[in-house]
T-cell receptor, first 113, second 112 residues
Framework: ETGVTQTPRHLVMGMTNKKSLKCEQHLGHNAMYWYKQSAKKPLELMFVYNFKEQTENNSVPSRFSPECPNSSHLFLHLHTLQPEDSALYLC????????????FGSGTRLTVV | SQKIEQNSEALNIQEGKTATLTCNYTNYSPAYLQWYRQDPGRGPVFLLLIRENEKEKRKERLKVTFDTTLKQSLFHITASQPADSATYLCALNTGTASKLTFGTGTRLQVTL
């Protein structure tokens, strides 16, 4: 365990479903992130939260909706996804100060059918 | 926007040799550069960070260099072992202090 826990580990959903990914950290970090990782592509930053305020939305389609109720929890709500959204979704946290490494969760492997 | 290139998609070396991975970037020099290790089906794990005013950083068998003139970082693993086999990712901060952009990674395979 890295200190960042993601659930579920695997998720298969239909294009009309609504599901949520959950991320939790108890490292005392102030910043949390959602990244998407597809095969042969670099990690793509989706959203950034600092002190539970969203500071970055990297042109992510509205079918992805983040929620950060407090500094320790981060959600990614999914609805009406497309097959090309199938990927590994990674949550990370950091101290949000220059030079602090990220701590990643193990990710959620999402398959959209 | 910042573009990051890691020298090759895959690198195969023999156990005991030194593995050298390259990370090149375009545009402006970042304040710092990080290296991560990623195993299949897992999230990346932070290894080392080097700042723009540092030339070299070491941690056990790992060494990172940072050349802002060449816009390049080299990542070395000395006395490599099969357990070092993984994908290694280079990441740079982009503007906002804690916002990182990642390269596609180099898959290292260490054979006996």
């Amino acid at each position: 365990e890295t200190g960042v826990t993601q659930t579920p580990r695997h998720l298969v959903m239909g294009m009309t479903n609504k599901k949520s990914l959950k991320c939790e950290q108890h490292l005392g970090h102030n910043a949390m992130y959602w990244y998407k990782q597809s095969a042969k592509k670099p990690l793509e930053l989706m959203f950034v939260y600092n002190f539970k305020e969203q500071t970055e939305n990297n042109s992510v389609p509205s079918r992805f909706s983040p929620e950060c109720p407090n500094s320790s929890h981060l959600f990614l709500h999914l609805h009406t996804l497309q097959p090309e959204d199938s990927a590994l979704y990674l949550c990370a946290s950091s101290q949000d100060q220059a030079g602090s490494g990220y701590t990643f969760g193990s990710g959620t492997r999402l398959t959209v059918v | 926007s910042q573009k990051i290139e890691q020298n090759s998609e895959a690198l195969n070396i023999q156990e005991g040799k030194t593995a050298t991975l390259t990370c090149n970037y375009t545009n402006y020099s970042p304040a710092y550069l990080q290296w991560y290790r990623q195993d299949p089906g897992r999230g990346p794990v932070f290894l080392l960070l080097i700042r723009e005013n540092e030339k070299e950083k070491r941690k056990e068998r790992l060494k990172v260099t940072f050349d802002t003139t060449l816009k390049q970082s080299l990542f070395h693993i000395t006395a490599s072992q099969p357990a070092d086999s993984a994908t290694y990712l280079c990441a740079l901060n982009t503007g906002t202090a804690s916002k990182l952009t990642f390269g596609t990674g180099t898959r290292l395979q260490v054979t006996l």
